[in-house]
Structure formats: structure tokens, C-alpha cells
């Protein structure tokens, strides 16, 4: 079932990231898109995503503001739409409502007060420290970006508006040291941050140059760089500091349910509308050609129950019958589902039958990652039965 929408208010931005799928990549769907979506369409998929996720339904269906830059789309929109999002809770639907935004203009405190009465949250993309954000986002201009972005953050905070920000986003840049991106993180005034895996990278285009995969796969770039961030955020021990792939591949490792992107890909379970109203396939298959994220389904004339029915849609909901056959014995099956999906991007089928160009990467980060947490828990576990306060207690591991 479809748990969250990804809803392109616009097709348009007012920076220029060197690495964006939207824009900067293969995919130029955007050239074909209006750059503002409609009010009405936007109601329009309200109404499909309310006739889809059944009412008194405990579990949210999560529904993403995204772009472009989606602050940019008029404030007069988003009070209309957030009202009848408002007017569906009450007549019992759960939706969450989120938006994820690059922060470079400030919002008016008119639209930070709609966004405080109906829950919306934000997520601000951010790259790291200030010299590494404002290699690749740049405004239109050429301009680094990092100290408006701080400022509109700072502003928010001594406004009062800081429980808003749910975390930024940032994209992994293995010339960053690990710890230099961890002070960072620990200097936010919202400590929390989801770094995602490179998105660029699939088997037409992988990390390594020509006939080099050998030797990539003895030393792979970004799963040495994740694996050094976590040994450093694990000996922090600091509760108060969130890196979400962490956070939820502790959650899995220990036995919880649950998956994010880059985590266990047993379903993807989410949908993206376009500005003109199309349905469209997950973003992260944009690398992978013009056009590729396109389908034949628009909200005008189809329900959200409908997509379940294309092939790749009924791929994607269950992607743990898309294992790769090289990860069936692999020791990381569980937590890894044959990789983040830009990687397994396919211009001809959407999703390859291989496992991620990234496998030496992600196998690397494993495997320091899981073996740091079974050793702690193994160290605890001799501990607590090995205290005598603990065996005249009663206490067990």
C-alpha cells in the first residue's frame, strides 16, 4: 500500500545545485512541466489521497511538499490547501504533512504561523560547513549559499519557530573528513541530519573510472567515509545527535521494523505528482534517462489505487521479490535489500536485476557499522552477567 506522496508544487528553483536530479542530471522533465502546480490540482490529489488511505487508518500517509523549490509556490496556496487538509483530519483522515526546502529566502511569519497551526514540518537540504555547501549550492548567480540559508534558520529560532525544522538533509561528499562533518552536525542549532548516499551513481555511470571496479571495491570511497562517520558518532554517545541512517540501522540491527531509502528495501512505498498533475515514479529513477520517471496515470483520470496495477509501481511496492541474485546469501540481505535504489536505477527497466553499483560501498559501511554494534552489545552482555549487583538482582542482558 502507498504510504506518502511526493508532491511537486514547482518545477522551478531559485539556486542551481551542481548535482540535481531535477534539473542537472539526464532527466529534463521539468522543461516540459508548468512551473507553478495549480491550486486546484493540488486539491485534486488531496481528494485522491483521501479516497485511497481509508479513514481511521492508525498509520499516516505522509505527503511531502517538495519542487524545485516548493516556497516558492504563492503563500495564498498553501493556506487553501492546508485548510482542507485541516478540514480531513477532523473528518478522520491521518496525513502528515511535510516540506523539504532549501531555505535561501526567509518566509513570512504569516506562512511560519499556518505551518505551526497544522504541523507541517520542514526538512532543510544543507551539504555541510559552509565552504563544502557552497561548492555545489549555488544560486543563479554563482553564489554560495550557506550563510543565507543559517540566517533564515537563526531567524526562526529566535522567533520561535525552531520546533518546525525537523533536520536537514545533506548529500555524503567523501572529501569532507568525517570528523570535520560531525563537528558540523554537533554546531547545528537543530542537531539532526539524514545524509544521503550519492544519487548520481548507477551501472551506465559508477563511482570508479574505466576498468577500475577491482580496485574500488578494495578501497570504496563513500563506504569508507560512512563507516569512519560512524565509529565517530558511536564513540560520541551522544543521544542528543541524530544521523537518521544511524539511528534507524540501530533500529533494525536490534530487531525493529521499519525502513528508510537506504535501509532494508523491502518496499518503496511512495508515489511523486508533478506539477501538471501526472503521476510519476520515485525521483531517485531520474538518473537514469529523460523521461524515466514518467508514467501513463494523471490525477484527472486515475485513483492512487490504480498505480498498484503498472509493472514497475507493482515492483517497487514489493522490492523484497526484486532481490538481486547475487544478494541472496549475503550477509547483510536484511538490512541492505540489494542496495539503495539510484543505484539499481535502469533506463530500460526502471529497476536493474543487479544489485547496486554502490554494493562494495554499502557492504563496507556494513559490516563496520553492524560489527561495532554486535561487539558493544557482546561487551554489555558479559557485563551484566558478569556484575554481581546484576545476578543478586536478578537482572538479564
Not at 124 to 152: C, F, I, Q
Not at 357 to 379: N, P, T, W, Y
Request: charged share 20%; proline share 7%; hydrophobic share 40%.
Amino acid at each position: 500500500m502507498f504510504r506518502s506522496a511526493i508532491v511537486k508544487l514547482t518545477a522551478v528553483c531559485d539556486i542551481d545545485c551542481t548535482y540535481c536530479y531535477m534539473f542537472n542530471q539526464a532527466d529534463q522533465t521539468f522543461k516540459r512541466m508548468p512551473a507553478r502546480m495549480l491550486l486546484p490540482t493540488a486539491l485534486r490529489l488531496l481528494d485522491r489521497i483521501c479516497d485511497y488511505h481509508p479513514q481511521g487508518e492508525p498509520e499516516p500517509f505522509t505527503i511531502v511538499l517538495h519542487g524545485g523549490e516548493p516556497m516558492l509556490w504563492p503563500d495564498a496556496g498553501f493556506a487553501a490547501l492546508l485548510a482542507q487538509v485541516a478540514l480531513r483530519r477532523e473528518q478522520g483522515w491521518n496525513l502528515d504533512v511535510a516540506v523539504q526546502t532549501n531555505l535561501v529566502q526567509p518566509i513570512t511569519p504569516e506562512l511560519l504561523a499556518l505551518f505551526r497551526e497544522h504541523r507541517v514540518s520542514l526538512g532543510v537540504s544543507l551539504d555541510g560547513p559552509r565552504e563544502v555547501n557552497d561548492a555545489a549550492r549555488v544560486d543563479r548567480r554563482g553564489r554560495g549559499t550557506y550563510e543565507r540559508v543559517m540566517a533564515n534558520v537563526k531567524r526562526m529560532l529566535a522567533d520561535g519557530d525552531g520546533a518546525l525544522i525537523g533536520g536537514f538533509l545533506s548529500v555524503a561528499n567523501p572529501s569532507l573528513p568525517p570528523a570535520e562533518f560531525l563537528a558540523w552536525v554537533r554546531s547545528l542549532p537543530v542537531p539532526k541530519v539524514d545524509v544521503l548516499w550519492p544519487i548520481e551513481f548507477n551501472w551506465r555511470n559508477p563511482p570508479w573510472t574505466l576498468g577500475a571496479s577491482h580496485a574500488y571495491a578494495a578501497e570504496p570511497r563513500y563506504g569508507a567515509w560512512y563507516a569512519e562517520l560512524f565509529r565517530a558518532w558511536w564513540a560520541l554517545d551522544d543521544p542528543g545527535l541524530t544521523i537518521r541512517l544511524f539511528n534507524n540501522l540501530l533500529h533494525v540491527s536490534l530487531g525493529g521494523q521499519g525502513h528508510i531509502d537506504a535501509l532494508v528495501n523491502d518496499s518503496y512505498n511512495m508515489f511523486v505528482v508533478n506539477t501538471d498533475g501526472s503521476y510519476e515514479y520515485p525521483d531517485y529513477l531520474r538518473v537514469a534517462g529523460d523521461g524515466s520517471a514518467s508514467t501513463p496515470f494523471h490525477i484527472d483520470t486515475d485513483g492512487i489505487a490504480v498505480l498498484a496495477g503498472d509493472p514497475l509501481f507493482a515492483r517497487l511496492l514489493d522490492l523484497r521479490a526484486e532481490l538481486p541474485a547475487k544478494c541472496e546469501g549475503c550477509r547483510h540481505r536484511r538490512v541492505c535489500g540489494g542496495g539503495f535504489l539510484p543505484g539499481r536505477s535502469d533506463a530500460r527497466d526502471g529497476i536493474a536485476s543487479r544489485e547496486s553499483v554502490l554494493c562494495a560501498d554499502q557492504m563496507h559501511f556494513f559490516d563496520a557499522a553492524l560489527g561495532l554494534i554486535e561487539s558493544s552489545l557482546q561487551k554489555r552482555d558479559t557485563h551484566v552477567h558478569s556484575d554481581p549487583a546484576n545476578a543478586a538482582t536478578g537482572l538479564q542482558a
